[in-house]
T-cell receptor, first 113, second 113 residues
Framework: EPEVTQTPSHQVTQMGQEVILRCVPISNHLYFYWYRQILGQKVEFLVSFYNNEISEKSEIFDDQFSVERPDGSNFTLKIRSTKLEDSAMYFC???????????FGSGTRLTVV | QKEVEQNSGPLSVPEGAIASLNCTYSDRGSQSFFWYRQYSGKSPELIMFIYSNGDKEDGRFTAQLNKASQYVSLLIRDSQPSDSATYLCAVRVGGSTLGRLYFGRGTQLTVWP
């Protein structure tokens, strides 16, 4: 079964450092998303991406965050200057139509120390 | 504010019983409703979705939607210990560009043998 792949599975970084989280969506999917889940909290939307541009972003997705699809397969989330409160599980997801239930990757656990 | 509310549980049922999970949502413009299962430390996994009022069955799972009451539920028949997980209700609001989902906090289900 096709899957969304995320790397790394766990990243520890110092406060103020930049991190890049990587995702390979399902190959024929056209819509891509990042969500995050702070331990014990809801899954929260960060950003959606279609046709090589951001289509929607939440209030969490401030200037410290950016996304890119540098080639035909990878989809990345960059956090420029990490804060302690960025510690969370970050999930990438992709969707064929944008209206169906999408497939999540296995997640990257980001720990900011 | 687009709220999705679920009883956090834990809900505990014996093996073979029916588990009933409930979800209410605040936005009357909500159009699509999704149930995800999340095992501890893992990513959400889509179980099923429903768009129209009434029931939708898929194997041991039945989703029920009542838009007038802003209520969606998931029934799990013949519950198995492997069904023990957190069940997340998610809602897509009409006009939401390209698929943003709003998640509830989830209901923790334990099925005991």
């Amino acid at each position: 079964e096709p899957e969304v792949t995320q790397t790394p599975s766990h990243q520890v970084t110092q406060m103020g450092q930049e991190v890049i989280l990587r995702c390979v969506p399902i190959s024929n999917h056209l819509y891509f998303y990042w969500y995050r889940q702070i331990l014990g909290q809801k899954v929260e939307f960060l950003v959606s991406f279609y046709n090589n541009e951001i289509s929607e972003k939440s209030e969490i997705f401030d200037d410290q965050f950016s996304v890119e699809r540098p080639d035909g397969s990878n989809f990345t989330l960059k956090i420029r200057s990490t804060k302690l409160e960025d510690s969370a599980m970050y999930f990438c997801a992709s969707s064929l139509t944008g209206q169906d239930g999408y497939t999540f990757g296995s997640g990257t656990r980001l720990t900011v120390v | 504010q687009k709220e999705v509310e679920q009883n956090s549980g834990p809900l505990s049922v014996p093996e073979g019983a029916i588990a009933s999970l409930n979800c209410t949502y605040s936005d009357r413009g909500s159009q699509s409703f999704f149930w995800y299962r999340q095992y501890s430390g893992k990513s959400p996994e889509l179980i099923m979705f429903i768009y129209s009022n009434g029931d939708k069955e898929d194997g041991r799972f039945t989703a029920q939607l009542n838009k007038a009451s802003q209520y969606v539920s998931l029934l799990i028949r013949d519950s198995q210990p492997s069904d023990s997980a957190t069940y997340l209700c998610a809602v897509r609001v009409g006009g939401s560009t390209l698929g943003r989902l709003y998640f509830g906090r989830g209901t923790q289900l334990t099925v005991w043998p």
